[in-house]
């Protein structure tokens, strides 16, 4: 019922409302003479005036703190004022700054009482001032047709004065919803924006640490069996690790700074840099085949290139991990309308999770190490995926093999 308002918007609304009762008190007090009311003195009936002129005030400063009171304050003032038979008061001009607030601040079904209130105190209004008159023989006897325009002209000057100010608060409510909706809106896509960078960094220094560590810990292997029987290979694979980690330090760095600031530009590799990730996977002492055919020819969309990097290298890094041979084919085929990447390894046979029981098999497992279901096999998917292609890694037999197919040419269907 109660709306939250600051302070200053509390003292302002106060402070202006009575401002407003000292003018009206006074605008009431000079013409004292003229408050008549058939049902009360003189005296009594410009005590009356007071005190609903302080009423209407004290309406004027809850009008935004509680447009449903102040509706309900103004209905019970302009009804006491007319049960007593008083003239139109300078207090009245407060009902159409509550009507306004009811339109523009109030609840729904305040709103809506807004509009009522606009339409039945019009038809009131015309009521009190020319129909009640004539009925008590107070007016000066005119035709019947005098009295229906005249009434007729009464209701609708009021309900013009009383609609013009609740539309005017109800425009304004359009006005702030709006206002409302689109900066609601600016900070969902600002949030959607801020969770698709975060998840294109996550992807990125999952590929950059993921590869580099990998290639690190096959050297790392190869160097400690090497130290003893041939130091100088074991120089040789010592130099390979500090190449591939200072490498990945500097991208790591790079995906650092574009945290901090979104508007640097993180490591994007091209096609170029394909070459140097197979002198990496060879250099941890994988046999790498290489098959490019049909290559590419034309210049290839970066985004395209970025994505089958990523997809190389990720598919790469599992084989590295996880393959029982060191033995990898790599295959790309360029057509004018779509790239397929084909990647795939040799991995160990399927073997029981649970040891056979007398007269039972043992249950074999679902995946074996080289098809786990890490972020990795998602990472590729996301990125064939976000590259309007089709993505599929399974066992084939002994082999895993990674599939992947990006559009490249406009309009291209992978």
Excluded: K
């Amino acid at each position: 019922m109660f709306r939250a308002l600051t302070r200053t918007q509390l003292t302002v609304d106060i402070v202006a409302a009575g401002v407003f009762a000292m003018f009206a008190v006074v605008a009431t007090l000079a013409p004292w003479d003229s408050i008549r009311s058939a049902m009360l003195p003189p005296r009594l009936a410009l005590i009356v005036a007071l005190l609903l002129t302080l009423g209407y005030a004290a309406a004027g400063a809850i009008r935004r703190l509680s447009p449903e009171l102040a509706l309900v304050v103004c209905w019970t003032a302009a009804l006491l004022q007319m049960a007593m038979g008083l003239p139109p008061l300078p207090g009245n001009v407060v009902i159409f700054g509550v009507l306004y607030t009811t339109a523009a601040y109030g609840a729904r079904r305040t709103f809506w009482f807004g509009l009522a209130s606009s339409l039945i105190g019009a038809v009131a209004i015309a009521t009190y001032l020319v129909v009640i008159p004539l009925v008590l023989g107070q007016s000066a006897s005119n035709g019947i047709g005098t009295y229906v325009f005249a009434t007729a002209a009464a209701f609708v000057s009021a309900a013009f004065a009383l609609l013009l100010s609740w539309t005017t608060g109800a425009l304004v409510r359009t006005s702030v919803r709006a206002r409302e909706n689109r900066r609601a809106q600016e900070r969902a896509e600002s949030a959607a924006a801020a969770e698709a960078e975060r998840t294109r960094i996550a992807r990125d220094m999952h590929d950059v640490v993921a590869h580099s560590l990998a290639v690190v810990i096959a050297q790392a292997d190869g160097a400690r069996y090497a130290a003893a029987s041939d130091p100088e290979v074991a120089a040789v694979t010592l130099g390979t690790i500090s190449t591939t980690a200072r490498a990945a330090l500097s991208d790591v760095r790079m995906l650092l700074t574009q945290l901090r600031h979104t508007q640097a530009e993180g490591p994007q590799p091209t096609l170029a840099d394909l070459e140097q990730l197979y002198a990496q996977v060879r250099a941890a002492g994988v046999v790498l085949r290489v098959d490019v055919d049909p290559a590419p020819a034309s210049e290839i969309p970066a985004a395209v290139q970025l994505a089958v990097y990523r997809i190389l290298q990720e598919a790469l890094t599992n084989a590295l991990r996880h393959g029982v041979d060191a033995q990898v084919s790599v295959d790309l085929a360029w057509h004018p309308e779509r790239v397929q990447v084909s990647v795939s390894n040799p991995v160990a046979p399927v073997e029981p999770v649970s040891p056979a029981l007398p007269g039972l098999p043992g249950l074999p497992s679902e995946r074996t190490a080289g098809e786990s279901r890490g972020h990795g096999l998602i990472g590729m998917r996301e990125r064939a995926q976000l590259a309007g292609g089709t993505f599929d890694a399974a066992r084939q037999g002994t082999q895993f093999v990674v599939r992947a197919s990006l559009p490249i040419a406009a309009g291209g269907r992978a």
